[in-house]
């Protein structure tokens, strides 16, 4: 029984990942994709990180930083 058991197994998983894939591309008429002709993406680079402007005062600052996050959702929490 256990090899009837191991043998269902195999052949479900070799049905699961090669048969069906192909049997839903034939079906579906799926054509693989065209290769992008742009390579203006080839060499991303990271956007440049802001300075550290933690003696600014948060009101002159454009982004906030985790400690003021922290704070700040906890002062929300408070009942008023």
């Given at each position: 029984m256990a090899y009837a058991m191991m043998g269902g197994i195999i052949v479900g998983t070799m049905l699961t990942l090669l048969f069906l894939p192909a049997l839903y591309v034939a079906w579906f008429r799926i054509k693989e994709p065209k290769s992008a002709t742009d390579n203006t993406h080839e060499k991303p680079t990271a956007p440049k990180l802001?300075?550290?402007?933690?003696?600014?005062?948060?009101?002159?600052?454009?982004?906030?930083?985790?400690?003021?996050?922290?704070v700040l959702r906890l002062a929300s929490l408070r009942p008023g």
């Open positions: 802001q300075a550290d402007l933690s003696a600014d005062a948060p009101s002159q600052r454009s982004w906030i930083s985790l400690k003021d996050s922290r």
